[in-house]
């Protein structure tokens, strides 16, 4: 295996001024024919990527090169064979049919799609398959499918053959195809200047009449870029597809986004308020990369978070704006902690931008992502809501057109503003969560803090110098009064004191308002000064901490045999009293934290979690709960239903989630009665779904998975859920059983991703299940991804992470996840994907 670095990065030697790509498609053999104008830049050969292709004919400028020069992945034509302009072309033939890997040009469901991100495209002709090679694409189609989309305007169409063209330089892993039975719902946007933009979603028939919502979030995405950012969409054409086979989520093809196919279709029926919730975002996130992505798009692999930390905080923006800000960031943070802070903390560590990989794919991760959009938070903090405007309005005007670094990004921010930002720079270039520890005192008046910031060694970086953090606090009297408004403190040492004088009496700090920083905390603060601040922050997110810190507190005493939990109960019975107001907060609160945060907040205190004993104190802690308020809880059960017809907005999402965060807890009071009714009456997905995890949980889920089944077994999307719900919310002590029986039916089909994921990725998700003591979890896993491995080494990689944690357990149980990750290392032909992962993970 050869790893890449980003130190060896040179510029390509040539610039292309136009691709021009023909498909003969069929399934067995596909027949794609380029001609590429290239024109010499810097000194150097000619090197194209190539990877599966079977080489016809090869030529510059007409005059043919013999085939058989081509290597296994690469083609290198000597700079002397080459004059400073000429056309390279090749003709190649493909098996799509072949190809489950699901990269590069496939079918799905009988339909021909592509997924180029990241080197994909080499898969289907040669080419310099690297983001910083940008040219204009002409394409011609020609299939005997009814509809034939490529990227850009379309330029001719007729039976059998259409032609598009891309004005718009991009690179190749921007290039799209699709040619399919398929039928749109089509709408129109009307630019800022005034253009028309024809939108079109496209689907399988039959599907048309749950695919209105995308087109809905696609207008207000199209409106909110214009708005937000003055960003104006520059094609004739927007097109969205929707496929059932997919690796991801979605891709942001110039001008042809490409779907997983749950990220599109959604109806009451058959979509939840999360699923809703989902493809706005996702819809969002695609075409925002239209400006932050395609017109700008990535230098190289290793600047990934450039365009994908970015374009995430850039729909996290959208979301919060279009529903619940304060929601919205309390969700992040859970989806931060959850993934990204269990990454950073385990073997698979990286920076948002790493400096070395083995294969890219594997590099799609949390920290990218997630936490690359934190970053852009902070930055956004540091130099305030004008001096962000400026920077990216700076960042548009001066890099439109190019592939860009970090470098450049943090250059436009230090043009713009006038900040220094060598230090905060580190937060791109380094891994690890710092630890931030809190120490408090209080004199004659004057409050000092003294804060210590902390990074543990992650895998390849021993060393850890201090980062630039911000630090929003607040102070709340005793009377619950905020006697200081949020302050961003800018903390750049190890250790740093700040002082605040002239306060009448001891106030709490309302610590990190909004989640300023991706760190964690570490203070004194005693269970009746969280509640203070549940109750009286005036920071939502701080508010919601709060909470959340006293249960788990409360349950990581229960976890390690003491007592706890009460002051948390104590705590809910204020909140549930005035819970309609609102509803979605007082649902995440009500929330318990999970078993897996449960364990990690375990094991960064330096314990070794145990997953039954987590399990079981939990449930004993939400059934205390429920006992304790439970005349509260069925009062708000019922006042919570949302009557009329469904309406997939906040309001009513926030309400049912209120509804059903009452049910869980019902639900170890009733033994499921309430939870059997709601199933049998709930007419939206939302609360179906709901009910039968609570079935599920309690085990009195016979009748309703048969009826579930009975009525859905037509739709792949809702079935993925039948699979999932059971394997992730079964007892412990029957998942492993259940996935396993599960595994055997007939329909799961487990060479599609979402399937694969619905099951294995739901049992891996059921800390309990996963970490059965006997290794059971282990070795089913393992059994499965050797299975698909072969067929599917992205998917296959991807889902190694849940074994990131392995360490943090007992003796026993790392014995019998290092054997099962063995069994997977020995593998013969294992793939370079899952190689990288497992290396990694067992280093
Ligand atoms: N850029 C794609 C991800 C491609 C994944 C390649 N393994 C989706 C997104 O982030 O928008
Ligand atoms: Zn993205």
Request: glycine fraction near 8%.
């Amino acid at each position: 295996t050869v790893t890449q670095y980003l130190a060896d990065w040179r510029p390509y030697p040539f610039q292309i001024a136009e691709t021009r790509l023909e498909f003969d498609l069929a399934p067995r053999a596909t027949r794609v024919r380029s001609q590429i104008d290239f024109r010499r830049k810097h000194a150097g050969d000619l090197v194209l990527d190539g990877a599966g292709l079977k080489t016809l004919a090869l030529a510059i400028d007409g005059r043919p090169l013999d085939p058989q020069r081509a290597e296994a992945g690469r083609l290198v034509i000597p700079a002397a064979e080459l004059p400073d302009a000429f056309t390279f072309s090749a003709e190649v033939e493909i098996d799509p049919e072949a190809n489950t890997a699901l990269e590069g040009l496939y079918l799905s469901g009988g339909m021909f799609c592509t997924q180029c991100e990241a080197e994909g495209f080499r898969h289907i002709t040669w080419y310099p398959d690297r983001p910083d090679v940008m040219a204009p694409f002409r394409v011609t189609v020609r299939s005997d499918k009814p509809v034939l989309l490529s990227n850009g305007n379309p330029v001719s169409s007729a039976p059998g053959q259409a032609v598009w063209h891309d004005p718009w330089p991009k690179p190749a892993y921007l290039f799209a195809l699709v040619a399919g039975d398929l039928v749109a719902i089509s709408d129109s946007f009307t630019t800022m200047a005034g253009r028309a933009v024809a939108l079109n979603v496209w689907v399988r028939p039959g599907d048309q009449d749950r695919a209105g919502y995308a087109m809905e979030s696609l207008i207000r995405s199209m409106k909110w870029d214009e708005e937000a950012y003055g960003r104006e969409y520059d094609l004739d054409v927007f097109n969205i597809v929707a496929v059932d086979d997919f690796n991801m989520g979605a891709m942001e093809n110039k001008g042809l986004n490409i779907f997983n196919s749950k990220l599109v279709l959604a109806s009451a029926e058959t979509a939840t308020d999360g699923d809703y919730e989902r493809i706005e975002g996702v819809i969002g996130h695609e075409y925002f990369h239209n400006w932050t992505g395609n017109r700008i798009t990535c230098r190289d692999w290793f600047q990934l978070c450039l365009k994908e930390g970015l374009t995430v905080f850039r729909d996290q923006q959208f979301t919060s704006d279009m529903r619940s800000a304060a929601v919205k960031r309390i969700h992040d943070v859970q989806t931060l902690r959850a993934r990204q802070f269990r990454e950073d903390a385990g073997p698979l560590a990286h920076p948002p931008r790493p400096d070395n990989y083995q294969e890219i794919n594997n590099f799609y991760t949390a920290t990218v992502y997630e936490k690359g959009a934190e970053v852009i938070g902070m930055l956004k903090r540091l130099v305030g809501d004008d001096g962000y405007r400026r920077a990216l309005d700076l960042y548009f005007d001066r890099h439109d057109g190019q592939a860009c670094t970090i470098e450049d990004w943090i250059k436009v921010f230090e043009d713009a503003t006038g900040r220094d930002l060598t230090q905060f720079k580190r937060w791109y270039t380094d891994a690890g969560t710092p630890r931030l520890t809190l120490a408090e005192n209080w004199r004659d008046g004057r409050l000092t803090l003294t804060f210590r910031q902390e990074t543990a060694p992650t895998p390849g970086q021993p060393e850890k110098p201090p980062r630039v953090i911000p630090i929003a606090l607040g102070l709340i009297g005793p009377n619950g009064d905020e006697v200081l408004p949020t302050t961003v403190l800018e903390m750049t040492e190890a250790e740093q004191s700040f002082r605040f004088d002239g306060l009448g009496a001891r106030p709490v700090v309302s610590l990190l308002r909004g989640f300023s920083a991706p760190v964690t905390v570490a203070r004194e603060i005693a269970a009746d000064e969280q509640a203070l601040l549940l109750a009286h922050d005036t920071d939502a997110y701080a508010r919601w901490q709060a909470g959340h810190d006293l249960a788990l507190d409360g349950l990581i005493a229960r976890a390690t045999g003491a007592e706890g939990g009460a002051a948390f109960s104590r705590a809910i019975g204020g909140l549930l009293d005035d819970a309609e107001t609102g509803p979605a907060f007082a649902a995440l609160c009500l929330a318990l934290p999970g078993e897996e945060e449960i364990a990690t907040t375990i094991a960064a205190r330096g314990g070794i979690p145990d997953p039954d004993a987590i399990h079981a104190r939990r449930e004993a802690l939400a059934r205390d709960i429920a006992r304790a308020h439970e005349p509260a809880l069925a009062r708000l059960y019922e006042v919570m239903q949302t009557p009329g017809p469904y309406r997939p907005d906040a309001e009513g999402a926030a309400r049912r989630s209120l509804r059903l965060a009452c049910l869980g807890l019902l639900s170890r009071l009733d033994d499921g009665t309430r939870a059997e009714a709601l199933f049998g009456a709930a007419s939206n997905m939302t609360e179906r779904q709901g009910a039968l995890e609570c079935l599920i949980a309690a085990g009195r889920d016979e009748a309703a998975l048969a009826g579930f089944a009975r009525e859905f077994s037509g739709n792949r999307l809702v079935m993925d859920k039948w699979f999932m719900v059971q394997a992730l919310r079964a007892a412990p002590e029957r998942a492993v059983a259940r996935a396993r029986e599960l595994a055997g039916r007939p329909d799961f089909d487990w060479m599609n991703p979402n399937r694969f994921r619905a099951l294995i990725g739901g049992l891996t998700a059921n800390h309990a299940a996963f970490h059965a003591a006997d290794g059971s979890g282990y070795a089913f896993t393992v059994d499965w991804l050797m299975r698909l491995d072969p067929v599917n080494p992205q998917t296959t990689a991807r889902m190694c992470s849940a074994f990131e944690t392995w360490t943090r357990y007992d003796a026993g149980r790392q014995a019998r996840a290092r054997a099962a990750l063995g069994r997977l290392a020995a593998m013969k032909g294992l793939s370079r994907n899952s190689a990288e992962m497992v290396t990694r993970i067992l280093a």
